[in-house]
């Protein structure tokens, strides 16, 4: 099979083209993987909008004015020129949306290795890193999917959680989750239900709005053109999943002073954007969420194996309900572009999919 590269325009995530490319071959200390298949989500398209603004790009550099949005998939190593490897070792991990990728493999353990590839060095470590897929890791062979499409958006759930535990949620009585059907955001109400410390408000578009309440994770749920109607009385925290800047601002005029904190995580809504200013909101001051400084912070703090720990109790717990609500769905790499665009544009929300590639 032809190894290919799936390529965006950096410009406009709406034009993309698929690339026949040469098989990588590994210089010495480098290792060749095979990407077998990735999970593609509102969360890929994120990297796609941010991605000169936080550095995705820079992870898989392609020519200009293209660009390789990172994925969260599995690959099993190739061919390996003494990196430390071994051909047939699988990896969860960091990919571009290609056949195949070259790393550097250094701090190498029982758990996996980190990418030590010089374009890489001054990105955050948290997305170097690739973990051995085995089950003394918690790869178990029926949940594989599962890894993939949940683990990086309920990781991110977890540590905005405990980054609003460990602020004593910025005073907050409640919680507004903006793109309540997104993954990231049920997977944070889950958690803020589970330690019932506030309550968990869901604000959601009109197509979405049955399958945020058949959720069953928060305590109202209002639609984008309910926004004013939610209790503007008690002190409340927004987290802004879509960057629907025209709803951001609508919440905080509506919230007033009681909004006592605005934090951007997500963007779903990219195409909406840049359609409204910021300047002088009343409440709390948008900021940006960015998950590896709260993970850099409690890995100093407790260690990285007590956290992974946390994280791996609470993903479990997840996991024991998430098929209740969300089917995941294989998708060939022959129909990348189709799927892309479905989730570009907005895939069901009660649907994960997984891109299968067929050459390893």
Not at 18 to 43: K, S
Not at 96 to 113: C, D, N, Y
Not at 228 to 256: F, I, Q
């Amino acid at each position: 099979m032809n190894k290919q590269d799936f390529l965006v325009d950096r410009t406009d995530l709406t034009s993309v083209r698929t690339a026949n490319t040469e098989q990588l071959t590994p210089a010495q200390g480098q290792a060749v993987l095979n990407i077998e298949r990735f999970a593609l989500t509102a969360n890929n398209i994120t990297y796609g909008v941010a991605g000169d603004m936080i550095g995705y790009w820079k992870f898989f550099p392609a020519p200009d004015p293209w660009g390789r949005i990172p994925v969260w998939g599995i690959a099993t190593v190739s061919e390996s020129n003494d990196s430390g490897l071994e051909p047939g070792q699988r990896f969860y991990g960091y990919f571009p949306m290609s056949s195949q990728l070259l790393v550097t493999p250094g701090k190498i353990s029982a758990r996996g290795f980190t990418d030590a590839s010089k374009h890489r060095a001054d990105l955050p470590v948290v997305y170097n890193q690739y973990t051995l897929v085995s089950e003394d890791n918690g790869f178990a062979p029926a949940l594989e999917n599962h890894m993939m499409v949940y683990r990086p958006l309920f990781t991110t759930s977890f540590v905005l959680d405990d980054y609003f535990r460990d602020n004593d949620d910025f005073g907050a009585r409640a919680v507004v989750l903006g793109s309540a059907s997104s993954k990231t955001a049920f997977g944070m109400a889950f958690m803020l239900h589970r330690s019932k410390r506030v309550k968990v408000i869901g604000l959601t578009s009109n197509t979405n709005l049955e399958f945020v309440k058949s959720l069953g994770l928060y305590d109202e749920i209002y639609t984008y053109d309910d926004v004013e109607a939610m209790d503007n009385t008690a002190a409340t925290a927004y987290v802004d999943m879509s960057g629907n800047r025209s709803v951001l601002v609508r919440v905080h005029k509506h919230l007033g002073e009681n909004l006592v904190a605005s934090c951007g995580v997500g963007i779903t809504h990219w195409e909406t954007r840049d359609n409204a200013p910021l300047e002088d909101l009343p409440g709390a001051k948008p900021t940006m969420f960015f998950a590896p400084s709260q993970i850099v912070k409690r890995t100093e703090e407790w260690g990285s194996a007590q956290l992974q720990a946390k994280i791996g109790e609470a993903t479990a717990a997840f996991f024991a309900e998430v098929d209740r609500w969300v089917g995941i769905e294989d998708h060939d790499f022959s129909s990348v572009e189709e799927t892309y665009r479905m989730v570009l544009n907005g895939a069901p929300a009660d649907r994960g999919v997984v891109i299968v590639l067929e050459n390893v």
